[in-house]
């Protein structure tokens, strides 16, 4: 197995230029070897911004770049499946951001791609990654608060500007607070609660082509009923998740976040007391877990499993939303 890992940048995205780029660097021995971007000259300019050797708008070159040993997938969300596809058939491992798709049908074949190369497949799920989020699904594996019962998660933020764009005004792109954020939502509670939801209600809000606000209830197959908040047009409500069990509660204030912040809270009959946590950088953890993955040694910290089926409670949503009725979570 090979010390060194080259990858290939598709999509000259803000997370990349914000998280990504610096997180794959802090892996010993990888490197960004190209980007890729439908705009030629902002590509151009992203690449010498980044110090990145080769900018590119065809995925076909970038794939057939020997420097490139993996990808990173950061176009807008119609884009992902083919583009994951073919980065799989090239022989690319692929670390694709969520959501995996934009159909359960399109995510099933990424995961039967990467499967059949014999590559590896990462959603970019960043939460599961925190620390809080280590700590929160460790001290339900404890029992720490016996059986859990319920669930809240607040999710609502004010989306800035210059993420705006097609995430407001495109739903063919998978624009929309329910693929942005609900599917992280989902992702988090599965990690924390090593449990799948099976069911959803919810009601959504917005004025615009997509939702920009949604309430929802996912119940999931060990009886856990979770309550989710989530907005673009939100400013002022912080974030964060309350796991409440037969013997004690979790509270997690502001770790529904991209930032290594927030604490956790454990109360029981012997009181409060604050957990500690060593923070870390979320993306930088999980690329780590992607490249132990990648030398044979253990799993993506969210595999193209966990993206499929998040997804699959994010859709259950949209369509609990749009119809106003119970809306089963499927798998096929």
């Known amino acids: 197995m090979k010390d060194t890992l080259g990858w ?19 892996q010993p021995g990888h490197a960004v070897a190209a980007v890729m971007s439908g705009d030629a000259q902002r590509g151009a300019a992203y690449a ?24 990173y997938i950061s176009t807008t969300n119609e884009l992902h499946a083919p583009q994951a596809i073919a980065a799989a058939r090239a022989g690319r491992h692929v670390l694709c951001e ?10 099933q074949a990424i995961v039967a791609a990467c499967e ?46 210059h993420l705006q764009g097609w995430r407001v005004h495109k739903p063919d792109a998978g624009g929309g607070v329910i ?4 599917v992280h939502d989902a992702d988090t509670l599965r990690f924390l609660l090593d449990a799948e939801p099976v069911e959803a209600v919810a009601m959504s809000q917005g004025d615009g082509p997509v939702e920009d606000g949604v309430m929802a209830v996912l119940r999931f197959d ?30 997690g204030r502001d770790v529904m976040t991209q930032r290594p912040v927030g604490e956790v809270l454990l109360r029981t009959a012997e009181g409060e007391r604050q957990i500690a946590l060593v923070p870390h950088d979320l993306y930088a953890h999980s690329l780590a877990q992607f490249a132990a993955a990648v030398r044979g040694e253990g ?16 859709l259950a949503v949209v369509e609990a939303s749009r119809t106003g009725r119970r809306t089963p979570v499927r798998l096929a």
């Open 8 to 26: 290939g940048l598709i999509g000259a995205s803000t997370i990349a230029h914000e998280w990504m780029i610096d997180a794959i660097r802090a």
């Open 48 to 71: 010498t911004a980044h110090g990145i050797p080769a900018s590119t708008t065809s995925l076909d070159e970038l794939l057939a770049n020997p420097a490139v040993d993996a990808v």
């Open 98 to 107: 969520k959501p995996l798709a934009m159909t359960l049908a399109d995510a």
């Open 116 to 161: 059949g190369a014999g590559v590896v497949l990462g959603t970019n799920h960043h939460l599961r990654n925190a620390a809080s989020h280590i700590a929160i699904r460790q001290l339900i594996r404890d029992g720490a608060i016996g059986q859990p019962l319920f669930a809240r998660v607040f999710h609502a933020v004010k989306l800035p500007a």
């Open 179 to 182: 693929l942005d954020i609900t």
């Open 222 to 251: 060990n009886g856990v009923l979770a309550q989710l908040h989530d907005a673009f047009n939100v400013a002022h409500a912080g974030t964060g998740i309350e796991i409440h069990g037969t013997a004690g509660s979790i509270i």
């Open 299 to 314: 799993v993506p910290a969210a595999s193209g499993e966990d993206g499929m089926r998040s997804l699959a409670a994010a």
